[in-house]
């Protein structure tokens, strides 16, 4: 019962921490929604050359998009027009980083880790970016079968709309759905913090992990194929720290778990080609590995101790607003668990010719993923309403002269499975 106690009160002291710098992301990330239109990027990221890849970063980095949720709009960019380096750049920057990590990672990590890890990200991309453009040129995109989108005429931002309308779809986004993106790996973060921090004595993998560059390769080996995204790595990095990792290896897991996962690099080798795929697998790992030795070293030069990071210096006394904070913080997200089935159906229409098809979609995992998928089958030839549900895997296309199998390649080419449903 004393470690069941012991856990229980470990956690809470993480997402105390957490708590209010996580909260004042979801705000901003909410602000962010309604304020950064999906076309609005689209439409700057074509073309060849740095700009475009400079872009791309710049508009992922404040992003709060997961490593799953990033390879929807990565693939919804490319479609719309956006180069192979624009969006290797913005596959690679984005998952990093977003602006609830950001603040997690200054309170939790300190500023200098708040200030840095951003910075990594934005290098990274562009560096990843650049050399797709350079190495891997691809010819003039006149159409592609498995990205056939062909995209109407849309408003980059809404224009008339009512602002209580809009402060409700950024309310909405930032404490429903970005939540319920990351609420699960958050929470199981959160969870092997305390478990770590409660079971394992301070440094007890000192000689095993530390610094260096075999400690860097180790978390870079563990980071890739794992699937955590950049809020909930922050407890976890902490707790590599606690039993003896260096700043700059947790750094390199910080880098490496959220950029990539199994389904991503698959993805990536899918919808941008096997090329494209090395290099985005190699900036990760070898930005990954000299950002850790950086940071290392400007730790040693600036004389920081990377002891104030550790699990056992957040056992001090937390103040009332955190303690507050961390209520908000886990009611939130425990509301963003509570299952909700989208009661899809078909938009009432008038035109004579309307028929209804409905497609069985796998490989989605947030709101992003499903998001995606509707805006790519509404811009298809021929359809008038689309709606995806998520939890279901679903998706029902309204439209005149459907052609399922059209629909099919255009979620395909969005890094998902389809079939037309038989039922």
Known sequence: ?????????????????????????????????????????????GGRGLLPVVKSVLFGVPLPLCSCGVIAVSASIRSHGASRGATAGFLLATPQTGVDSIFATWGMLGPVFGVFRPLVAMITGIAGGALVDALDREEPRNGQAALAVVPDPVEEFPSGEPITSTLWRAWHYGFFTLPR?????????????????????????????????????????????????????????????????????????????PATNAATIATVWKVLGRRTGIIYLGTVA???????????????ALDVPAAHMGLHDHEMEIGWFSHASALVLLAVLANSLIPRRQILEEAPTTAPATESLTLRVSGMTCSHCSNTVERGLKEASGVSSARVDLDSGRAVVTGARLDGEALCRIVRGLGYEAEVSAG
């Not at 106690?5 to 708590?19: F, N, S, T, Y």
């Not at 950002?291 to 730790?299: A, I």
């Open 181 to 257: 993106d990351i609420a699960r790996p958050l929470l199981a973060g959160i969870l092997i913090a305390a478990l770590i921090g409660v079971l394992l004595p301070a440094n007890f993998l000192d000689r095993y992990v530390g610094g260096g560059m075999l400690a860097m390769l180790v978390m870079i080996a563990i980071g890739i194929p794992l699937y955590v995204c950049s809020t909930a790595s922050i407890p976890l990095a902490l707790g590599f720290i606690h039993l003896g990792a260096s700043p700059g290896a947790a750094l390199a897991f910080l880098i490496a778990g």
């Open 1 to 45: 019962m004393n470690y069941l106690l012991d856990i229980v009160i470990g956690g809470w002291r993480v997402a105390a921490e957490m708590g209010p710098y996580l909260l004042f992301g979801f705000l901003v990330a909410g602000v962010l929604s309604v304020l950064v239109a999906p076309a609005w990027v689209e439409r700057h990221l």
């Open 286 to 300: 070898v930005g990954a590995l000299c950002s850790g030795l950086v940071l290392d070293t400007l730790y040693g």
